[in-house]
């Protein structure tokens, strides 16, 4: 970064390296994403794009063993989820939780609680709610039904939508890799994204094997994992040629730890 009149990053995480179990999964993340800004994250089954929105989150599963992450122009490293949460970022999860028991509308009305511009009585946030799932085409019978037991995979992702919009954070990271979307889920997805950036303007990095969700929407910046590093960042063009030629190159590369550029490389070999 050397203009230096350019806004600071929303989200910057510099060089950060992360930890499971002892094991090194995330190998030194540069990342910057402007406010208002659609990011793609990409990458082969077990890059670590995952484990990336884990780690922005403060999920404690992982530990940061070197490097930072700064949010909203406050250093978050040592943050708890909780307060990240409240800072603004939202990460939607593969798998979401399911909670017997508890009503999702309860458990909605707990998650903005005491959140800064989210106060609102009982009738409004009822009123809130369903002009929200009527927005996503979701039966407000659901409203009632406990959090995640039983729920569809598209269900589930509907309920995610509802959270996104109900709490409208400032930057969302959308993980949709393992979910299995079949065509309605896809459309909850997109109508939920078009739904929040025109209420907010929000900041998204989606996370993303399937690249009908980004048809409809400008991405300003594309960024490919492999093995646990940033190997590749580009426009929005990237998605095309990765659609078209996969990852392989992209691995080869990594594999080499050299510094070449993929695309370059497979132009080289005729492709
Ligand atoms: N809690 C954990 N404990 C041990 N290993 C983990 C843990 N979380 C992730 N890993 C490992 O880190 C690597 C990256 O996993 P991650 O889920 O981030 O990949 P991904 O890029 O999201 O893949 P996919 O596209 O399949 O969703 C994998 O090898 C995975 O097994
Ligand atoms: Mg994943």
Known sequence: ????????????????????????????????????????????????????????????????????????????????????????LFLSFQAPVEIPGVPLSSFLRAEIAGRPGLEMKGKEFRRRVKELAGQLDMDTAYLNRELG??????????????????????????????????????????????????????TLVIITHNTRILEHLHVDRVHVMVAGRIVKEGGADLIPWIDEHGFESFEQVAGHGAAADPQAVAASQGE
């Open 1 to 88: 970064m050397t203009d230096t009149t350019a806004a600071a990053p929303l989200l910057e995480l510099r060089g950060v390296t992360a930890a499971a179990d002892e094991k090194t999964i995330l190998h030194g993340i540069d990342l910057a994403v402007t406010a208002g800004e659609t990011h793609v994250l990409m990458g082969p089954n077990g890059a670590g794009k995952s484990t990336m929105g884990h780690v922005i989150m403060g999920d404690p599963t992982y530990t940061v063993q070197s490097g930072s992450i700064s949010f909203d122009g406050r250093d978050i490293t040592e943050l708890t989820p909780d307060k990240r949460s409240r800072a603004g």
């Open 149 to 202: 037991v039983g729920f569809s995979g598209g269900e589930k992702k509907k309920v995610e939508m509802l959270q996104l919009l109900l709490l409208q954070p400032k930057l969302a990271i959308l993980d949709e890799t393992d979910s299995g979307l079949d065509v309605d889920a896809l459309g909850v997805v997109s109508r939920g994204i078009d739904a929040y950036k025109k209420a907010t303007d929000g």
